[in-house]
């Protein structure tokens, strides 16, 4: 239903994203799209409280423009076109580059190079760059806005940087950790390890290295129904999972408890379903909101694992492509010590475009008027809503 479209190059003139399948009526202005680009910005990285961001996040402040797809303030139901302009492009336009010849192992440099016979490795590198998550967040934030008007909210905290993580959270509701991660530098909601994540990143930075983490991504408000268990491409955990392996330098993503089902004998990896007050009630939520690719009413929680990013100053083992090429090391480019808070806002964008997507699957409607009546009937949950016969019946007749 929804399709997001970027384009533009980390240090070109500006990206661009395109969004289309949002409703019309959706209020919409460019002061919608700024908290999440300020959000993914955070931190300077040279300064202390250090996040690990790259001193880039200095030079730019980003800031989408809408292009098209709104008219006096609402959506039309066409596409919707942002531009957010690179502050650093001034720095570039004119300039002869010196070239890349030694590819950094775990970027997309020497793939990119061999697959699109590129003659220099800053090619790949300008469109592989996080720097596009910058258009992907601004699109998305319109995906926000509309599930705001579902009260459907998206957030997530930092579990893990490098070695450390965070303390036991269990008394510590959803809710309260995805709120204390909005006041804190690295998006952490447990003070104490924020403060050795810090001493971390430090001592990564002082290092020449580069620290990668775990991500918790939460949507509150979902109502059930959302995928289908008919189809695997139509399950919304194959979905979430498309779109946030889609992030730069993610490698795992884990739906509710995740990796740590498989350790568990069956009977205590399953969330009991409970009768209270003539309503369907889950007591635990291991499977984070999705049974057989449908949501089920409860959270959605997913984890993501980011990979260390790969410019690092310590110098890695590489090939100079020069001449006859020889064995080299990696020449330092500047780039983040540490993306993951930044990454966080990041798959929060992409949960929030897929919840959207899904709504509106199943909803339809070309309004916001049509969405609103429509994700209503959504919100089901009492023993009433279901008419389960009990009467045997056969469904596949003998052939005759
Ligand atoms: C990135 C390298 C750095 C980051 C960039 C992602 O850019 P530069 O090479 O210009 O210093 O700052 O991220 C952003 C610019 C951004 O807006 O997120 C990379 O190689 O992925």
């Known amino acids: 239903m929804l399709r997001v479209t970027t384009a533009g190059e980390s240090h070109g003139p500006a ?21 999440d680009l300020e959000r993914r910005q955070t931190g300077s990285g040279i300064a202390k409280p250090y996040t690990g961001a790259s001193p880039r996040m200095k030079m730019e402040s980003d800031h989408a423009r809408i292009l098209g797809g709104v008219l006096a303030g609402k959506t ?8 957010i302009e690179n502050a650093d492009h001034a720095k570039w336009r004119g300039r002869a580059v010196e070239a890349m010849t030694v590819p950094r192992p775990g970027h997309a440099d020497w793939a990119a190079a061999l697959k699109y016979d590129y003659d220099d490795f800053r090619i790949g590198l300008e469109r592989a760059s996080a720097r596009e998550t910058a258009a992907r967040v601004a699109a998305c934030a319109v995906c926000r806005k509309l599930l705001e008007q579902l009260q459907v909210t998206v957030g ?46 430090e001592q ?28 695997w491409n139509q399950k919304l955990s194959a979905r979430l999972g498309a779109a946030l392996f889609g992030i730069q330098a993610i490698k795992a993503v884990e739906i509710g408890d995740g990796e740590s089902l498989a350790a568990l004998p069956g009977t205590q990896a399953q969330d009991a379903i409970r009768l209270h007050d003539e309503r369907i009630q889950r007591p635990t ?26 410019t690092t100053i310590a110098k890695q083992p590489s090939v100079d492509f020069r001449a006859a090429g020889e064995e080299a090391e990696t020449a330092y480019e500047r780039s983040d010590f540490c993306a993951v808070p930044r990454a966080a806002i990041v798959g929060e964008a992409m949960m929030c475009f897929v919840l959207a997507d899904a709504i509106l699957e199943t909803c339809g409607g070309d309004t916001m008027r049509d969405l609103l ?28």
């Open 15 to 35: 990206l661009i994203a395109i969004l289309e399948g949002v409703p019309a009526g959706l209020a919409l202005e460019e002061g919608d799209i700024l908290p």
């Open 76 to 83: 039309t139901g066409a596409p919707i076109a942002l531009l």
């Open 156 to 201: 997530s905290y930092v579990a893990r940087i490098g070695r450390t993580t965070v303390g036991a959270l269990e008394d510590v509701s959803l809710a309260e950790r995805l709120d204390r991660a909005e006041s804190s530098a690295l998006r952490c909601p447990d003070p104490s390890a924020e403060k050795d994540m810090q001493a971390e990143i």
């Open 204 to 231: 990564a930075m002082q290092a020449g290295e580069t620290l990668g983490g775990v991500i918790e991504l939460a949507a509150l408000g979902v109502p059930p129904g959302l995928g289908s268990h008919v189809q």
């Open 285 to 310: 939520n291991h499977a984070g909101g999705i049974e057989a690719g449908i949501s089920n009413g409860e959270p959605i929680r997913v984890r993501i694992s980011m990979k260390p990013i790969a």
């Open 373 to 400: 009546e429509r994700f209503a009937g959504l919100r089901r949950g009492k023993i009433s809503d279901l008419h389960i016969s009990s009467e045997p019946k056969i469904f596949w007749p003998a052939s005759e």
